[in-house]
């Protein structure tokens, strides 16, 4: 599965931008999604997932009740709602697929090209 993430760019804090990640090639339904993000100089970090039809979902403490992670079978498309970002959440955003339900970076084995997320003070 081929995958394209979009909606990053300079946010003020206290923003709300949604990122989009646009799936093709393969049945999106098929596959558990992910929101996985690496600031400059840290480790990456699973930020939220969603399992294939949106029943389950994951969040790190970090962003919990900030971020909202949803799907749109129909549109094959996997959505990042970020709100009330601070100028810690300034990463760069990466979607990221597996077939198994799994909120573990490795199991991860599709990843889109990321899409930059700068939150200024």
């Known amino acids: 599965v081929q995958l394209q993430a979009s909606g990053g760019g300079l946010v003020q804090t206290g923003g709300s931008p949604r990122l989009s990640c646009a799936a093709s090639g393969r049945t999106f339904s098929n596959y558990v999604m992910g929101w996985i993000r690496q600031a400059p100089g840290k480790e990456r970090e699973f930020v939220a997932g969603?399992?294939?039809?949106?029943?389950?979902?994951y969040y790190a403490d970090s962003v919990k009740s900030r971020f909202t992670i949803s799907r749109d079978n129909a549109k094959n498309t996997v959505y990042l709602q970020m709100n009330s970002l601070k100028p810690e959440d300034t990463s760069v955003y990466y979607c990221?697929?597996?077939?198994?339900?799994?909120?573990?970076?490795?199991?991860?084995?599709?990843w889109g090209q990321g899409t930059l997320v700068t939150v200024s003070s």
């Open positions: 969603i399992s294939w039809r949106g029943s389950s979902t």
């Open positions: 990221a697929a597996t077939s198994t339900l799994q909120w573990t970076i490795s199991e991860y084995n599709y």
